[in-house]
């Protein structure tokens, strides 16, 4: 079966910090990948999302950037952390249907 | 992906049906409505697809009127544990396309 993981599950990073968001799948091959974030009381912002290996499609331009540098791995990074980073991120998948597979999530605070 | 409009939140009680509207006049041919579930500080969750008139599986049902400009979610009997904010999004199958939700529905069930 597909499982997806993503870690860390929590992170407090202080401004200008570096930040690096791993997300792995497992049990599928060539999935469409995708970077979401959930700022507190907001809805889903797709930030980034890939149909292949080092195919990135960013939806906002802002602080961060992503990379798929494994079929099945998506990483999410910044140089510098802004406070208007926090959120929570998620991570998902899906291949061919529309439905897709979400991580748990990392929840991020900048301080 | 077509956009779509539903209400921001709906209250509802223990026990009673609950139909959550969706609207989306532009759908285009092939595309499907699917919703889904998202708990406080979790992923969201696939609930229900559909392309037209009526689709029903263990959790809920979804209605598709002839002209698929809107679709309703109905959930039966809801229980507290179905708190929580609900999805529509409109799009075709295909894989390589951006998953963009919306505000969604933020269901609140009393006892």
């Known amino acids: 079966s597909q499982t997806i993981h993503q870690w860390p599950a929590t992170l407090v990073q202080p401004v200008g910090s570096p930040l690096s968001l791993e997300c792995t799948v497992e049990?599928?091959?060539?999935?469409?990948l995708y970077w979401y974030r959930q700022a507190a009381g907001r809805g889903l912002q797709l930030l980034f999302y890939?149909?292949?290996?080092?195919?990135i499609s960013s939806e906002v331009p802002q602080n961060l950037s992503a990379s798929r540098p494994q079929d099945r791995q998506f990483i999410l990074s910044s140089k510098k952390l802004l406070l208007s980073d926090s959120g929570f991120y998620l991570c998902?998948?899906?291949?061919?249907?529309?439905?897709?597979?979400f991580g748990q999530g990392t929840r991020l605070t900048v301080v | 992906l077509a956009k779509t409009t539903q209400p921001i939140s709906m209250d509802s009680y223990e026990g009673q049906e609950v139909n959550i509207t969706c609207s989306h006049n532009?759908?285009?041919?092939?595309?499907?409505i699917t919703w889904y579930q998202q708990f406080p500080s979790q992923g969201p969750r696939f609930i229900i697809q559909?392309?037209?008139t009526k689709v029903t599986n263990e959790v809920a049902s979804l209605f598709i009127p002839a002209d698929r400009k809107s679709s309703t979610l109905s959930l039966p009997r809801v229980s507290l544990s179905d708190t929580a904010v609900y999805y529509c999004?409109?799009?075709?199958?295909?894989?390589?396309?951006?998953?963009?939700f919306g505000k969604g529905t933020t269901l609140s069930v009393s006892s």
């Open positions: 998902a998948w899906r291949t061919g249907k529309f439905e897709a597979f």
């Open positions: 049990g599928t091959s060539n999935p469409n």
């Open positions: 890939s149909v292949g290996i080092g195919q």
């Open positions: 532009n759908i285009a041919t092939n595309d499907y």
């Open positions: 559909g392309y037209k």
């Open positions: 999004l409109v799009g075709d199958n295909r894989a390589g396309t951006a998953l963009i």
